[in-house]
Nanobody, 122 residues
Framework: QVQLVESGGGLVQPGGSLRLSCAVS????????MGWYRQAPGKRREMVAT???????TYEDSVKGRFTISRDNAIKTIYLQMNNLKPEDTAVYYC????????????????WGPGTQVTVSS
C-alpha cells in the first residue's frame, strides 16, 4: 500500500528556516506530480509548491523567492526548503501526489500525507 511519510515540521522564529521531507513508501514505479499544500486554522487548504516528474515547478505567489521544492526520484522523496519564514506561513503542511503507477497496469491517484505542523512565532 502506498503511503506518504512527512517529516521536518516544528516551531521556528520569524526569519528562520525549516526543511520538510516527504517520502513515498510502498509500490511506486512511476510518481508523477508531487507537491506541498498547507491549511491554516479557519482557512481553506492551498497549494504551496508542486514539482512534476520532469522537475517543472510551480509556487504560490507568497512563497516565491523564499521556498524551494525539489525531488530525489531515486529515493522517492520530495523536499520543501523554507527560508525567511513568516508568521503567516503557520499551518499544517501536507504532502500530495497526483498519480502513481503502482504496477504495470494499475495507476493510483490523489495521495495525501497526514500533515506536519509548521509554526512561525517569536
Amino acid at each position: 500500500q502506498v503511503q506518504l511519510v512527512e517529516s521536518g515540521g516544528g516551531l521556528v522564529q520569524p526569519g528562520g528556516s525549516l526543511r520538510l521531507s516527504c517520502a513515498v513508501s510502498g509500490p511506486a514505479f512511476n510518481i508523477y506530480t508531487m507537491g506541498w499544500y498547507r491549511q491554516a486554522p479557519g482557512k481553506r487548504r492551498e497549494m504551496v509548491a508542486t514539482i512534476t516528474n520532469t522537475s517543472r515547478t510551480t509556487y504560490e505567489d507568497s512563497v516565491k523567492g523564499r521556498f524551494t521544492i525539489s525531488r530525489d526520484n531515486a529515493i522517492k522523496t520530495i523536499y520543501l526548503q523554507m527560508n525567511n519564514l513568516k508568521p503567516e506561513d503557520t499551518a499544517v503542511y501536507y504532502c500530495h501526489v497526483d498519480f502513481i503507477d503502482i504496477s504495470l497496469d494499475t495507476t493510483g491517484f490523489d495521495y495525501w500525507g497526514p500533515g506536519t505542523q509548521v509554526t512561525v512565532s517569536s
